[in-house]
């Protein structure tokens, strides 16, 4: 069954690692994800955007599809199902869904409101068992064509939002989402630093996985990030290794068309991603 997060994330900073974060978009990617954490033996959490529980048809689909892979894959290192960067009512609707772990991202409201709503959602998971993050200060990258380089959170208003009952908490430290830029300026560790020493115990979760040096995690992991999501690294895997099957003509050899075949491809790219980031978080044999 799926749990939530509050355990492999202590276990986490305790141990120095972190665990990823992997979010899905479908069955593929799911299942993918799954067998690697299980065959590393890690624990893993599966990110569900907004955005992707639409596509998947909605959130009870998607706990559907997700239980029925832990059970009939056996799965059984700890797996939870978390919510990516929602609303305030895309939170209410995953906690009725069946959903594990709820991210409610209120970091574009005022502090004082991310703070209340965040105080709600902390009160409404606790009654379920559910884990809850936060997240304080912006996530740079792309919107509206215009790329945020990534705004460094408050290390005083973490404290604040910490306090309030969070699993965990995401603070922006210079991370962007999606590829970064040839001229950005890297992680603040100096912030990542000044937040940890406020804040304790508490997991930080680092966002924008994707395409930062293995330096910097590493010495993100030492300064306090128990959780990191990777997202736009499994989509650039699976499309170059979709693409190469078919620009080599695959598709068009026997039944190399078939579903399973002409996505198998992609499927593996994205073990293959999800193995490298695991190694390097330092997650495996950690369930
Ligand atoms: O919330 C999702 C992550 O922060 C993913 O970021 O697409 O840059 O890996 P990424
Ligand atoms: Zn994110």
Redesign the pocket.
Known sequence: PLVNAKEMLTKAKAGHYAVG?F?INNLEWTKSILLTAQELNSPVIL?V?EGAGKYMCGYKTVVGMVNGMLEELNITVPVALHL??GSYEGAKACIKAGFSSI?FDGSHYPIEENIAKTKELVAACNILGLSLEAEVGS?G?EEDGVIGMGECADPKECKMVADLGVTML?AGIG??????PANWKGLSFETLDAIQQLTGDMPL???????IPADMIKKAISLGVSKI???????LAFADATRKYVEAGKDLEGKGFDPRKLLAPGAEAIKATVKEKMELFGSVGKA
């Open positions: 974060q979010n990110g955007s990516d960067h991210m996530i990258g995401a991370n962007i989402h999606g590829k970064y979760v680092l966002h924008g996985g994707t395409g999501n990777v997202n736009t690294e499994c989509q």
